[in-house]
């Protein structure tokens, strides 16, 4: 696993029946301690300056996939911070040979923190206070597709 | 299954300090030998952290922490673990739930060997009060940790105050209880009473004497023996640690001080937490004469 939350190894086109339909890369959890999927805050990702929104992100977490939705309700399912998720793009055609640059916002709730501190976290900006325990919610890679 | 006798306080570490390092450049067996090095024997994990498959861990997974135990002379002391009540976004969790989870944590604490967790009560303002239903959830869990033989156990930290209202409230849920299976575990920031120039100090915070423990030894199961600052000469420069050593061996207290660090700079590059937790037990053996 690579320090960086963006992981070099993982990223590379999705090909279903032949046709690449996106690109999928990995994540890792910048935090001392696992989080349930519904503490996550999954964000915006730019490739390349080009705007994707999270609906269009599939997160797949011990080999199953979960939608936005299934994750904000799910506080049974647990993400240990050794393990590492892989986010899954839907973009038809995939991205081209060669460098692309990642910019991806996701965040977790400190779910033993007075709640009135979850309103203000944003996934795409950083806290007020970067606190290196909780890692960044935006991070940045550039990586090659072969 | 491993055993350390020696009465008195024991020397253990919080693996939690190996935070900006575990999953990375350091597994579960790399802290288990660093700790095995140190000749302590304790140690606390945090499940959420340290268990693979948390919270549902393999049975081969469990048959590698004991012989981990086995190998490195190591008893698993404390298990840390939350009660994770404000963990959706919309509601709270209801006490049943709440439950559910703390009970399921007892029964997975158990097949790893410990007897004390460090309960983390979901908190709900800067005080750090626990949510207003506390009582109800830890009193539906207590038949189950009576059964297991383990003390859950709150964290006093840092800007709590062991002669505060959430300590007296604690201390009188056991009297009231009369239950074996609740307690306290006492994080030495509270004794905190050096800062250095111009850093920032919470204004809620008043430090302790180290006599202020003597009181409360009686539910005092585990203490995080945080440290801030070891000098070269292998002295803690802002906690009083050779008053509050000498506190609990003359009065008797059995129980482990596990080393936790909490410093942001374990987080810089280089940083090795393995040397900053190596002075403190220099200390530490220096003081409890292990």
């Given at each position: 696993?690579?320090?960086?939350?963006?992981?070099?190894?993982?990223?590379?086109?999705?090909?279903?029946?032949?046709?690449?339909?996106?690109?999928?890369?990995?994540?890792?959890?910048?935090?001392?301690?696992?989080?349930?999927?519904?503490?996550?805050?999954?964000?915006?990702?730019?490739?390349?300056?080009?705007?994707?929104?999270?609906?269009?992100?599939?997160?797949?977490?011990?080999?199953?996939?979960?939608?936005?939705?299934?994750?904000?309700?799910?506080?049974?399912?647990?993400?240990?911070?050794?393990?590492?998720?892989?986010?899954?793009?839907?973009?038809?055609?995939?991205?081209?040979?060669?460098?692309?640059?990642?910019?991806?916002?996701?965040?977790?709730?400190?779910?033993?923190?007075?709640?009135?501190?979850?309103?203000?976290?944003?996934?795409?900006?950083?806290?007020?206070?970067?606190?290196?325990?909780?890692?960044?919610?935006?991070?940045?890679?550039?990586?090659?597709?072969? | 299954?491993?055993?350390?006798?020696?009465?008195?306080?024991?020397?253990?570490?919080a693996?939690?300090?190996?935070?900006?390092?575990?999953?990375?450049?350091?597994?579960?067996?790399?802290?288990?030998?660093?700790?095995?090095?140190?000749?302590?024997?304790?140690?606390e994990?945090?499940?959420?952290?340290?268990?693979?498959?948390?919270?549902?861990?393999?049975?081969?997974?469990?048959?590698?922490?004991?012989?981990?135990?086995?190998?490195?002379?190591?008893?698993?002391?404390e298990?840390g673990?939350?009660?994770?009540?404000?963990?959706?976004?919309?509601?709270?969790?209801?006490?049943?739930?709440?439950?559910?989870?703390?009970?399921?944590?007892?029964?997975?604490?158990?097949?790893?060997?410990?007897?004390?967790?460090r309960t983390k009560m979901?908190?709900?303002?800067?005080?750090l009060?626990?949510?207003?239903?506390?009582?109800?959830?830890?009193?539906?869990?207590?038949?189950?940790?009576?059964?297991?033989?383990?003390?859950?156990c709150p964290e006093i930290h840092?800007?709590s105050?062991?002669?505060?209202?959430?300590?007296?409230?604690?201390?009188?849920?056991?009297?009231?209880?009369?239950?074996?299976?609740?307690?306290l575990n006492i994080d030495?920031s509270v004794?905190?009473?050096?800062?250095?120039?111009?850093?920032?100090?919470?204004?809620?915070?008043?430090?302790?004497?180290?006599?202020?423990?003597?009181?409360?030894?009686?539910?005092?199961?585990c203490c995080h023996?945080k440290?801030?600052?070891?000098?070269?000469?292998?002295?803690?420069?802002?906690?009083?640690?050779?008053?509050?050593?000498?506190?609990?061996?003359?009065?008797?207290?059995?129980?482990?001080?596990l080393?936790e660090?909490?410093?942001?700079?374990?987080?810089?590059?280089?940083?090795?937490?393995?040397?900053?937790?190596?002075?403190?037990?220099?200390?530490?053996?220096?003081?409890?004469?292990?």
């Amino acid at each position: 696993m690579e320090r960086e939350v963006i992981q070099s190894v993982g990223f590379r086109n999705i090909k279903e029946n032949g046709e690449i339909t996106g690109f999928r890369f990995k994540v890792r959890l910048p935090y001392y301690r696992g989080v349930y999927l519904s503490q996550l805050r999954p964000g915006t990702l730019f490739v390349d300056g080009e705007k994707i929104e999270k609906e269009n992100i599939v997160w797949c977490l011990g080999g199953e996939d979960y939608t936005n939705e299934e994750m904000a309700v799910d506080f049974r399912t647990h993400w240990t911070p050794t393990d590492l998720a892989v986010l899954k793009v839907k973009k038809p055609g995939g991205l081209s040979q060669g460098y692309h640059h990642l910019k991806y916002g996701y965040c977790f709730t400190s779910s033993y923190m007075p709640p009135m501190m979850q309103e203000s976290l944003d996934p795409d900006k950083e806290n007020f206070v970067i606190l290196p325990e909780f890692g960044h919610h935006v991070n940045e890679r550039t990586l090659i597709i072969v | 299954m491993y055993r350390y006798d020696r009465k008195g306080p024991k020397r253990g570490v919080a693996l939690y300090s190996y935070s900006a390092e575990f999953g990375l450049t350091k597994n579960l067996e790399d802290c288990f030998e660093d700790v095995c090095d140190m000749g302590a024997h304790g140690i606390e994990i945090l499940a959420n952290t340290h268990i693979e498959n948390y919270p549902y861990p393999t049975d081969e997974w469990v048959d590698r922490w004991f012989r981990l135990c086995d190998k490195y002379e190591i008893v698993p002391v404390e298990y840390g673990h939350w009660i994770d009540s404000h963990v959706l976004g919309g509601r709270e969790l209801t006490t049943e739930e709440s439950v559910e989870m703390l009970c399921r944590d007892l029964r997975l604490a158990h097949r790893l060997g410990f007897t004390v967790m460090r309960t983390k009560m979901p908190v709900i303002n800067g005080a750090l009060e626990p949510v207003e239903n506390w009582r109800e959830i830890i009193s539906a869990a207590l038949p189950l940790a009576e059964e297991l033989g383990i003390v859950m156990c709150p964290e006093i930290h840092t800007p709590s105050n062991l002669k505060g209202k959430m300590v007296s409230e604690y201390v009188d849920f056991i009297n009231k209880t009369g239950t074996k299976n609740f307690g306290l575990n006492i994080d030495f920031s509270v004794f905190r009473s050096r800062f250095g120039e111009g850093e920032w100090v919470d204004p809620q915070y008043k430090a302790n004497e180290p006599e202020d423990i003597i009181p409360l030894l009686p539910y005092i199961y585990c203490c995080h023996a945080k440290f801030i600052h070891m000098s070269d000469d292998f002295e803690e420069t802002t906690i009083p640690y050779p008053e509050i050593v000498k506190i609990l061996q003359d009065h008797g207290w059995d129980g482990y001080l596990l080393s936790e660090y909490e410093g942001a700079d374990k987080y810089d590059p280089g940083y090795e937490v393995g040397a900053t937790l190596r002075k403190q037990h220099i200390m530490l053996k220096r003081l409890i004469g292990d």
